[in-house]
């Protein structure tokens, strides 16, 4: 609950910072954007994704940990590259984007590998 | 034993299992990151596609090992039976056994080895490729495939029943009376090859009656649960597909559960195709053992 009342007061003090200082308002926000970013993710959203897996700690196989993981990671990228395209950088924020998708495939590959193999498995000739 | 078995349920159901909780964490995840949609979907496609093809997988080889094992039966003993036959030709008037539909069961077997099967694995491959992609379906072209390989086996089937009624020397000693209702209850409740189930269970019962007069019941019934036991086991396992398709249907996405569905759908002609060779696996072992039988007597 506290968390949602920083979260505004952060939101506040940005948007005082607009009208005190309109020159370095971008880097100021970049710089308050990253520090909060970081202090929600070790706060809750790293919290919240172990519950979920401890959900599933008897389970044998890897595939909650690769969901959840991926989707985390497909988050933050997704929140940074819109930082970037509010500060004009689109296509930088795009780029950073397309990154992290590979990023995720990379760690999808081995399964993508083995699916490939089963479908092969089933043609007999 | 006991052992074994529970190992060997929790081989098959585990797997389900697991799609069940990855369907709770994968529907989580979606509701936080609605933008995370389309690769959930495809992560569950993975998922089904590695972990819950392994049964399906597993009892299309035993379907294909079987097939090889009664083909080297048939080759092994053939020789035997054919010297047999010209030795004694009054003891094989009295059987009335045909050796033309041995032939008939064993080139059924050859026949459901070289087409069947390759085509129930096609119409597999077609159905998980529409899957995979919804844009380009295969769906018609895979339930042609379905409906005209249950055609083949049901033809094969009635093909079976018309030898046997032909033989003439064996009929159908079980009472009908007690028979009907349960075989009402299995065509009306198993979906797609209940009739088929039936009609051949039937026709091996018409069959093998005949035989006791020349072996025991319990040879019989041996005989009946060793082939009938991957045909069951296959059985089971396409009720499991199409029992999780059912169960997750409301909470997942279009492509899992239909995906299941299908897999359910073709382990039930694959199951079909196992019947048929049940029958020549019966017809063979029965041929063999009376035969031995009387070549004993005669002595």
């Not at chain 2, 609605?34 to 959930?40: E, L, M, V, Y």
């Not at chain 2, 035993?62 to 090889?68: A, G, K, W, Y």
């Not at chain 2, 069961?105 to 096609?122: E, I, N, S």
Request: hydrophobic share 60%.
């Amino acid at each position: 609950m506290a968390i949602l009342f920083q979260l505004f007061v952060v939101y506040l003090l940005l948007l005082l910072l607009s009208f005190a200082a309109p020159a370095l308002h971008p880097i100021l926000y970049t710089a308050l954007f990253l520090l909060v970013t970081v202090y929600v993710l070790f706060t809750v959203l790293v919290p919240f994704g172990s519950t979920l897996l401890a959900l599933t700690d008897k389970l044998p196989s890897p595939y909650a940990t690769l969901l959840v993981v991926s989707a985390g990671l497909y988050y933050v990228a997704d929140v940074l590259s819109l930082q970037m395209k509010d500060e004009g950088y689109g296509a930088y924020g795009q780029l950073f984007q397309t990154s992290m998708k590979v990023v995720i495939m990379t760690l999808w590959l081995p399964y993508i590998t083995q699916l490939i193999e089963t479908i092969h498995a089933f043609i007999p000739w | 034993m006991l052992n074994f078995l529970q190992e060997s349920i929790a081989g098959i159901i585990g797997p389900f299992f697991l799609l069940l909780i990855m369907l709770l964490i994968a529907s989580l995840v979606d509701f936080f990151l609605p933008a995370f949609q389309k690769w959930t979907r495809f992560l569950l496609l993975i998922l089904i596609l590695v972990l819950l093809i392994e049964p399906a997988r597993e009892s299309f080889e035993q379907i294909q090992v079987i097939t090889h094992t009664i083909a080297s039966l048939f080759l092994g003993m053939y020789p035997l039976i054919a010297a047999m036959i010209l030795a004694s030709g009054a003891t094989f008037g009295v059987l009335n056994f045909q050796p033309a539909m041995l032939l008939f069961a064993q080139g059924a077997v050859v026949f459901a080895d070289k087409f069947l099967l390759p085509v129930l694995l096609t119409a597999l491959l077609f159905d998980i490729f529409t899957r995979l992609v919804p844009e380009i379906a295969f769906t018609r072209m895979a339930d042609l495939l379905r409906t005209s390989l249950l055609a083949f086996v049901s033809a094969m089937v009635a093909a079976y029943s018309i030898f046997i009624t032909a033989g003439g020397a064996l009929s159908w000693t079980m009472n009908g009376a007690l028979n009907e209702p349960l075989k009402e209850l299995i065509k009306n409740n198993i979906p797609v090859i209940g009739s088929l189930l039936t009609d051949t269970l039937g026709s091996i019962g018409r069959y093998s009656s005949g035989a006791t007069a020349y072996m025991s019941i319990w040879l019989l019934v041996s005989i009946w649960t060793v082939a009938l036991l991957p045909a069951v086991r296959i059985l089971c396992i396409a009720f499991l597909f199409r029992w999780t398709a059912a169960i997750i249907e409301p909470f997942s996405q279009k492509e899992v559960c239909g995906l299941l569905d299908d897999i359910g759908r073709t382990l039930f002609v694959l199951c079909a195709i196992s019947f048929l060779l049940t029958f020549a696996f019966i017809y063979t072992t029965i041929f063999i053992v009376t035969f031995i039988k009387l070549m004993t007597f005669g002595k």
